[in-house]
């Protein structure tokens, strides 16, 4: 099979995603992709199907049927290998909080297979940048919602990933450390890395992501940069990310489709 040069450059490729619970459908038939040097945010109602989308390209869900591919490669075909390139914040981290920051990063660089030394550099570095020396060595416990929330995000790109996968990240951070996360995030992405951002936070989606997925009753909506999704939801050169995702997610119905049969690219976990 040729694969297109446009295929090639993608690090992210999803297509046609289905999952349900309990017979229930998360998502139907969803689809979208990210480039290097990009932050993409995946923004959508409550129930829209974004954490789903999001635990199975990490390998944490197996889809009911769909592709995914990783920088080329099928993750469901190949599921253990390319996460040594990705790191996960999840919505709601949990943390052992019995251990201090310096222990609970020692201990996932190990797991990354860093080496020693990396490990406390990166250590250092991250906990620095987060405003997190001074809590180095004090149990995670007595740190705050939001300073548990560095934690969690230094954990994800200590080994430094070229792809970053993060689900409501900003929760519980005040709007200081939002900001160094953002700036962290853009650096990445600078330097070549993919982000993909789930958030509710519609203004730091619009500010933050080169590209938008909208996603409402487990299907895309609407995918583009800002100034496409002001054409598709017609609300001219100057409306908001919030304009834009209010009118598309009122205008999407819940949609009376059925799952297609197995064929080709189908797996099930």
Known sequence: MVVSADRMALTIELQQLWKSYDGKPALQGLFFDARPGEIVGLIGPNGAGKTTTLKILVGLLRPDYGLIRVKGNDVLADPISYKADVGYMPEAPTLPEYLTPNEFLGYVGRIRNLPRDRIADRTRELLAILDLAPKADETIASLSKGMKAKVAFAAAILHEPSILVLDEPLIGIDPAGQ??????????????????????????????????????????????????????????????LEDVFLRLTQEAVAPAIEPPRPRGWFRRG
């Not at 203004?203 to 409402?216: H, Q």
């Not at 995918?223 to 017609?234: E, F, N, V």
């Open 179 to 240: 900001h160094l996360l953002k700036e962290r995030l853009a650096a990445m992405a600078r330097a070549g890395a993919t982000v993909l951002v789930s958030t509710h936070q519609l203004d730091t989606a619009e500010r933050l992501c080169g590209r938008v997925a909208i996603v409402n009753h487990g299907r895309n909506v609407a995918t583009g940069d800002l100034a496409a999704l002001r054409a598709q939801a017609h609300t001219g050169a100057e409306g908001s």
